[in-house]
Structures are given as C-alpha cells and as structure tokens.
C-alpha cells in the first residue's frame, strides 16, 4: 500500500473527454515528417494507486527530482481522481521523447516495487500478464490512428519488432472507439526491454500527430464531447468503453489545459 499523500503544487485536476480539433480543412492530422528523440512529446499514464505514493515521494522529493534530473514535467491527477472504469491516477509527462522514455522507466519500477499481484483487474488490462508488465497510455483518438497506421500496418510492426503485447481500446472500427475521443493504448511484456522499447516506438507515433499536445478549448461544447460546458458536468456520453461511465470524481472539474494556461503548449520544458 503506499503512504498517504496530502497533495501539493505538483497534482492538478485532469479531465478528459474533450474534443481534439482537425486540420484547418476539417480532415484528420496529417504526420509529422520525422520524428527524432530530441522532439517533444506529452502524453497521460495511468498509475495504479499503490504505486502513486513511491512516485511522488515524501513531499514530493521523488517528482521533484524527477523533474530536475529529465527536464520533463510531470503531473499526477489529485488523490481520488481515477480514470474512469479504473482505480489508477493519471500522470502527465511532457518532454522530449529521449527524456520521457526515463519518465517511463522511473514509473515502471515503481509500478513494478508496488503493486502486487492480486492487483484489481480493468477493462484495459492484457490477458496472461500482470500489472507489473504493462504500461498504459491514454492519448487523442487522432494519436491512437497514427500508432495503428494504415490497415494496421504500424501497429503490426511495433508488435513483431519488439515481441511485445500492444492494445488499443475501445477497439478500432467498433462504434465506441469512432465515439471516442481518447483512447488507452496497453503495451504489455514480461522484459522489461521489450517493454521500453515498445513504449519508445509508440510515443514515436504518438508524436508524430501534429494534434497530440493540441490545446483544448471551450469551442469543443459544440460537439458531442460526453463534457457539457454550460453544467460543467461530465455527460454519460463520455464514456470511452462500452458499459463503462465515468467516475463521479471527474465532475466539475478544470481541464488540464485551462488550468495550466500554455506552460505544457510550449516546446520548452524547464524542470520545476
């Protein structure tokens, strides 16, 4: 069990479910170039609540230093904050990918010191595998395209090239994942090379969707979002799985943009 936190300045309210904006011509996100290590990417992790407390540390002496060795900014969701259908915290990582991937592994030793093996299951867990061997991202629908790619090409390759277990839900071409706004991506291995590795091809793509790091806004009250803007109230549309509504500690929420301003828009990431 990890230790009692008393949250500080470094966990905010997250919220999901809102609208990610096309192109300028309405069309979905078009690939960036190239992708390198030194680009930037920002991406949301689900944490299992046991290993939130490791992470953060005491008195949030491990983020802090976390921050100040990556030069990534690294957030958790408050205490109770879960990601709907789970009972894990959202972090969120900004930074170049180089540096997120040591965001990456910092997460999976704790997650692998932590939690044990009876660990409550979701509906976004791998069969066969542990907690201990998975990772799991919640990224833009536009993002989980790119990580697909054509006719599935690129997930396939993930898959062969690395041998590790990846899952997109909601599935792809089932009506909740054209529903969806975002989406968790499971990587799962019982290496922990094979793991990384994966993980590191996958926020490859995930930075390459120029609308990944998009800033949201209220002009997404307009579309069926599952946030209703005029009630500030998480709508059953915004469930993002099949049967599954969102947990009530997502209400009246400020979204993870509108409380940040542009500090995670920027393409620097000073450490705190």
Same mark, same amino acid.
Request: proline residues 5%.
């Given at each position: 069990?990890?230790?009692?936190?008393?949250?500080?300045?470094?966990?905010?309210?997250?919220?999901?479910?809102?609208?990610?904006?096309?192109?300028?011509?309405?069309?979905?996100?078009?690939?960036?170039?190239?992708?390198?290590?030194?680009? $930037?990417?920002?991406? @949301?992790?689900?944490? #299992?609540?046991?290993?939130? *407390?490791?992470? %953060? &540390? !005491?008195? =949030?002496?491990?983020?802090?230093?976390?921050?100040?060795?990556?030069?990534?900014?690294?957030?958790?969701?408050?205490?109770?904050?879960?990601?709907?259908?789970?009972?894990?915290?959202?972090?969120?990582?900004?930074?170049?990918?180089?540096?997120?991937?040591?965001?990456?592994?910092?997460?999976?030793?704790?997650?692998?010191?932590?939690?044990?093996?009876?660990?409550?299951?979701?509906?976004?867990?791998?069969?066969?595998?542990?907690? $201990?061997?998975?990772? @799991?991202?919640?990224? #833009?629908?536009?993002?989980? *395209?790119?990580? %697909? &790619? !054509?006719? =599935?090409?690129?997930?396939?390759?993930?898959?062969?090239?690395?041998?590790?277990?990846?899952?997109?839900?909601?599935?792809?071409?089932?009506?909740?994942?054209?529903?969806?706004?975002?989406?968790?991506?499971?990587?799962?291995?019982?290496?922990?090379?094979?793991?990384?590795?994966?993980?590191?091809?996958?926020?490859?793509?995930?930075?390459?969707?120029?609308?990944?790091?998009?800033?949201?806004?209220?002009?997404?009250?307009?579309?069926?979002?599952?946030?209703?803007?005029?009630?500030?109230?998480?709508?059953? *549309?915004?469930?993002?799985?099949?049967?599954?509504?969102?947990?009530?500690?997502?209400?009246?929420?400020?979204?993870?943009?509108?409380?940040?301003?542009?500090?995670?828009?920027?393409?620097?990431?000073?450490?705190?």
């Amino acid at each position: 069990m990890s230790e009692e936190y008393k949250p500080d300045d470094s966990e905010i309210n997250i919220q999901i479910g809102q609208k990610r904006q096309n192109n300028e011509n309405g069309g979905p996100a078009s690939k960036k170039a190239n992708v390198s290590e030194s680009d $930037t990417v920002q991406i @949301k992790v689900l944490i #299992p609540s046991a290993a939130v *407390g490791a992470l %953060i &540390g !005491k008195g =949030g002496e491990t983020m802090r230093n976390l921050k100040n060795d990556t030069g990534c900014r690294v957030q958790m969701s408050k205490n109770q904050e879960f990601y709907h259908g789970t009972t894990e915290r959202i972090c969120f990582v900004k930074g170049k990918i180089s540096s997120a991937m040591i965001v990456m592994g910092a997460i999976l030793e704790k997650i692998q010191e932590k939690v044990e093996g009876h660990h409550p299951s979701d509906p976004f867990d791998l069969k066969g595998l542990q907690r $201990t061997n998975e990772m @799991k991202f919640i990224v #833009p629908n536009t993002s989980a *395209g790119m990580v %697909i &790619g !054509k006719n =599935g090409t690129s997930i396939k390759e993930i898959r062969e090239t690395t041998t590790a277990n990846i899952q997109i839900y909601p599935k792809a071409g089932t009506e909740e994942a054209k529903m969806s706004l975002e989406r968790v991506i499971t990587i799962g291995h019982e290496t922990n090379d094979v793991l990384m590795s994966a993980m590191q091809k996958v926020l490859e793509r995930v930075c390459a969707d120029p609308l990944h790091s998009q800033p949201i806004t209220s002009e997404s009250q307009n579309v069926s979002s599952g946030y209703d803007f005029a009630t500030s109230r998480v709508t059953t *549309g915004a469930s993002q799985f099949a049967g599954m509504q969102p947990t009530p500690a997502w209400q009246n929420q400020t979204s993870i943009d509108q409380k940040l301003g542009n500090q995670f828009n920027s393409n620097s990431c000073p450490p705190n």
